[in-house]
């Protein structure tokens, strides 16, 4: 046990006399590690804001929107000159053969829309999407309140002048993030702001551009009517649309798989022409997971392909330094070194160099990823198996690339070896 | 005397294409503090018999007894502890490692032997001492002159205690005069009792042996004990 430690001392006192050289070598293994550790963080991060992002919309729900057939100007069959009427979606009728044939519909809400402009002191008038909700329906989309609440039953029930608005008008239009209690005109009519949800899942189909103000389902056909008229071009639209959201909560995840295919089937039957979209959060949860180990993998073999280089680099100095001291080697092995010794020596400079690198690499791999955050616009997560996993890679990649360069030592016939020059 | 040395009929061919014969059947045996030089031009087996009897290689054929012990059919392992434990080392061109201090290098024996560092260090000063460098212990080789190379390479194959000194050329890299200084040492150790076996083509050199025994063609042409008046004789 004693020879082995001097051996280890004897091979930490050669590094240390190509000390520059040794330095050098170690800095492959560092940027490898280095990168291995960031891009596991990065990843790691942006795996984790994507789910986030998508389980907003719920595992158990499913989500139908409304949208308006290709090349198709009517129902009716037809207008009068520079007026058309449009009449397409989702209905009644379709939301009750769901509710009494879909197995496992818990609750559903359902959304009404109408574009209106809208106005407030701070600022201009602007187009902003109006949308009569139910009150469950922040409950089902799992939408975070940050200020002031949602709308309740009794708002619906007196179909009261509220609304609810998100943080980015907000901030535009209010220069607050709590203007609850002031004021919103809606086509010219005065809504009160009861509260202020944080932001609208992407995936939902509307983004904030659209700037959505939620107002009790009630209010909305009292005030703006079931039929929504636009002037366009110095032409008048209506569409007529029932429901232009509706969303299903299902028991579990198992019923929203088995569920889907009938509400589609219902669909299916109900509409000869596809005005319909069929969105299941699961499918996209379970999706993006899917893509999400692809990119781990990628990224990962990509940087693992650095550390691989620097092993490689390792190998050649270890080569280089074997052709180079065989006169050691030889005087080594004349004076009683065994080829063990020999071995061990040199797979010890090998890995004392990567593991050095390798504690190096994950030291600045701890501290460089959280100031990447700018840079790759999602928040790295650091965590202690990702540290430790490259660091052991680079313990391996010493092994790997110090046996054979060692093992080439050891194999030198001594008299050959004291002969060379 | 009881002999350190006992080749019986060693023949040793090497194979690179056609069978090279380079020792041809070869008896020899050489007692306890002898002093015996091998001579012999190149090609002549010389560095083929130093590198068996330094167990650096095996013979084909024959035996080969190291203190009474036949080491002609032992492994790469056992071989290296024979010369760690019963051979002593000196080279033409010293072959110090050249980043290690002079302590560091007597050592080194003692080192692969496991010996304990405080220990080692004892005896490499000790050593380095004897040699007239207690004064340079923790320079580096190439601080030194050749001579002073030299003297630190017998220092090192003198710290395991060695059954027999063997020397290749030892004074072959060095001037006259340091070559006869390190032949002083050498004569000083054969005093003292120590078995040396060189391998020189310098009869000056070989001079100062014993018994100098000539090599040609693998085979032993001449064993003389009285080499140094029969030198005297032809000068």
């Known amino acids: 046990m004693g020879k082995l430690f001097d ?12 000390l520059v050289r040794s330095a050098l070598t170690m800095l492959g293994i560092v940027f490898g590690v280095c990168s291995v550790t960031a891009m596991l963080a990065i990843q790691t991060g942006a795996s984790k804001e994507s789910q986030e992002k998508l389980s907003v919309l719920g595992s158990n729900n499913v989500i139908m929107n409304s949208i308006e057939p290709a090349q198709e100007t009517t129902r009716d069959g037809g207008g009068h000159h520079g007026m058309s009427m449009k009449k397409f979606g989702i209905t009644y009728k379709d939301l009750k053969c769901i509710v009494e044939n879909v197995p496992g519909v818990l609750d559903y809400a359902t959304v009404h829309n109408v574009k209106v402009r809208y106005y407030c002191p701070e600022d201009r008038n602007r187009l902003s999407l109006v949308m009569g909700v139910t009150p469950n329906y922040a409950d089902i989309l799992n939408l975070r309140i940050s200020s002031g609440r949602f709308i309740s039953a009794v708002d619906m029930l007196h179909m009261k002048p509220y609304c609810v608005i998100t943080q980015t008008l907000a901030r535009t239009a209010f220069k607050c993030l709590n203007p609850v209690g002031r004021t919103l005109k809606l086509k010219g009519q005065p809504f009160e702001i009861i509260g202020v949800i944080d932001y609208i899942p992407s995936k939902l189909g509307i983004s904030e551009e659209d700037i959505p103000v939620f107002i009790p389902k009630t209010t909305k056909e009292g005030k703006f009517g079931q039929v929504n008229v636009n002037w366009y071009d110095g032409k008048m639209t209506s569409e007529d649309v029932q429901v232009d959201q509706l969303i299903l909560k299902m028991k579990d995840e198992s019923t929203v798989l088995t569920g889907a295919p009938v509400v589609r089937s219902i669909m299916e039957k109900n509409h000869d022409k596809l005005e319909y979209a069929i969105m299941i959060p699961l499918k996209l949860i379970q999706a993006k997971a899917a893509q999400q180990r692809i990119w781990d993998m990628i990224f990962f073999a990509i940087a693992s392909i650095s550390l691989i280089v620097g092993g490689i680099g390792i190998m050649n100095i270890m080569l280089a330094s074997v052709t180079e001291r065989t006169r050691e080697i030889g005087v080594r092995r004349a004076l009683g070194a065994k080829k063990r010794d020999i071995i061990i020596q040199f797979l010890f400079e090998a890995m004392t160099m990567t593991t050095l690198g390798g504690l190096i690499g994950v030291i600045i791999g701890y501290f460089v990823p959280p100031l990447l955050k700018d840079v790759v616009n999602v928040t790295p997560i650091v965590s ?31 008299i050959e070896a004291l002969r060379h020059e | 005397m009881k002999p350190v040395i006992h ?35 190149s090609g002549s087996g ?62 080194m024996p003692l080192f692969y032997k496991g010996v304990h560092r405080r220990q080692r260090r004892m005896k490499s ?7 007239g460098l207690g004064d340079r212990l923790e320079h580096r080789p190439p601080q030194l002159s050749g001579g002073q190379m030299q003297r630190v390479a017998i220092a090192r194959a003198l710290s395991n205690d060695p059954m027999v000194l063997l020397a290749d050329e030892p004074t072959g890299n060095l001037d006259t005069q340091t070559g006869e200084e390190i032949m002083g040492v050498f004569a000083d150790l054969n005093q003292r009792g120590r078995t040396i076996l060189m391998v020189t083509h310098e009869p000056p050199i070989a001079a100062h042996a014993d018994r100098v025994i000539s090599l040609r063609d693998g085979r032993v042409e001449s064993d003389v004990s009285d080499y140094y008046l029969r030198d005297e004789s032809h000068g």
């Open chain 2, 7 to 41: 080749l019986e009929s060693v023949t040793k061919t090497y194979h690179v294409g056609v069978g090279v014969t380079a020792l041809d059947n070869v008896d020899l045996v050489v007692p306890e503090g002898q002093y015996l030089a091998i001579m012999g031009s």
């Open chain 1, 7 to 18: 051996i280890i001392l004897l091979a930490l006192h050669s590094l240390s006399v190509h």
């Open chain 2, 125 to 131: 000063a000790e050593l380095g001492e004897m040699v």
């Open chain 1, 384 to 414: 202690v198996p990702m540290l430790i996993g490259p660091f052991l890679m680079a313990v391996a990649v010493g092994v790997i690339s110090g046996l054979y360069p060692a093992r080439r030592a050891a194999a030198l016939d001594p």
């Open chain 2, 46 to 107: 010389k560095s083929t018999m130093l590198n068996l009897l330094g167990c650096l290689d095996r013979p084909s054929l024959g035996k080969y007894y190291l203190g009474g012990d036949d080491v002609s059919t032992l492994t790469d392992n056992q071989l290296s502890e024979i010369r760690n434990t019963r051979l002593g080392f000196v080279f033409q061109s010293f072959n110090l490692i050249p980043w290690m201090t002079v302590t560091q290098n007597i050592e």
